[in-house]
């Protein structure tokens, strides 16, 4: 088992949690749609990775669409006080799997009841407002409605913290004067780099940035140079490149996603690894490379 407990913390909505988190996305089927193979396995991995110090897990209602919530609630509720579950709306699932816009008022408000409902809680911890964007790029254009509609819902106290994803830097100032935004979930990886500025702007505002497929995602990233560099300090390329990621800006959470244990456990040891200053310029230069 892998232990947390010696890894720096970051403050999110008020909760210390810890930097490296779980994504529960892969716990669904395939293409996120659907049960998992293996109910048992699943169960396993959100234990494994609360007992191993995970305070952090990142989930959805449209998961399934359902089916992560519900492994959730199955899994670890009644849930640890320490532990923040953060879920996002803004889509809701076709019966063929496609990922469908819901973006109004009365979808936002759904969302959070069937979030409240499956997970098993009164109130959400934190929701994210995933602006559907070109589904993993963000594009410009008013999200005043939909944050409107969530702060709302956090006003009925039905939502405590308020976050954005696949969001420009622009959305998230608007969202600001609207509401407290206590994180920003983009995509962004060792070479997937065009949030560079937003993550610095952030952190200097105490804000978390939380990188959706901090590992490539359906593309994982491949690159000859981080496989060398893996090999020298004795770790795996994809421990390396979340290594790379919790080095880059103190504000960064981190929440890997993966449907077995031992994968998790690598992940986990990810948060041990040290970088030197040559190694991460090194890494640096990967991403400088792929822009």
């Not at 492994?71 to 879920?87: G, K, N, Q």
């Not at 998230?172 to 702007?201: F, M, P, S, T």
């Not at 960064?252 to 992940?267: A, D, F, K, Q, Y």
């Amino acid at each position: 088992m892998s232990n947390l407990t010696s890894v720096d913390t970051y403050s999110l909505a008020g909760h210390s949690v810890q930097r490296m988190g779980y994504g529960a996305m892969q716990l669904a089927g395939p293409g996120v749609f659907g049960p998992p193979k293996d109910r048992d396995a699943a169960i396993a991995v959100l234990r494994e990775a609360v007992a191993s110090g995970v305070n952090h897990i990142d989930t959805s209602d449209f998961y399934g669409p359902h089916i992560t919530n519900q492994l959730i609630r199955e899994a670890l509720h009644p849930y640890p006080d320490d532990l923040v579950i953060v879920t996002k709306l803004g889509a809701v699932r076709g019966s063929d799997g496609s990922w469908l816009p819901a973006l109004e008022p009365e979808d936002i408000e759904r969302g959070v009841h069937d979030n409240l409902r499956n997970l098993g809680v009164d109130a959400l911890d934190i929701v994210n407002m995933r602006i559907m964007g070109d589904v993993h790029a963000p594009s410009e254009g008013s999200i005043e409605k939909q944050v409107v509609a969530l702060a709302e819902l956090q006003q009925r106290g039905l939502v405590r913290h308020i976050g954005l994803s696949n969001a420009t830097a622009a959305q998230v100032a608007e969202a600001q004067g609207i509401a407290e935004i206590v994180c920003v979930q983009n995509h962004y990886n060792l070479v997937h780099r065009e949030d560079d500025a937003l993550v610095d702007e952030l952190a200097t505002k105490g804000i978390a940035y939380v990188p959706f497929f901090p590992l490539g995602g359906f593309t994982p990233i491949q690159s000859s140079a981080l496989s060398t560099i893996a090999q020298t300090i004795g770790a795996t390329p994809m421990q390396v490149a979340l290594a790379w990621l919790l080095h880059r800006a103190p504000n960064i959470l981190l929440i890997p996603g993966t449907s077995s244990v031992g994968h998790l456990r690598e992940n986990l040891q990810a948060a041990q690894l040290k970088l030197t200053d040559e190694v991460r310029a090194e890494l640096d230069a990967i991403g400088e490379s792929h822009r």
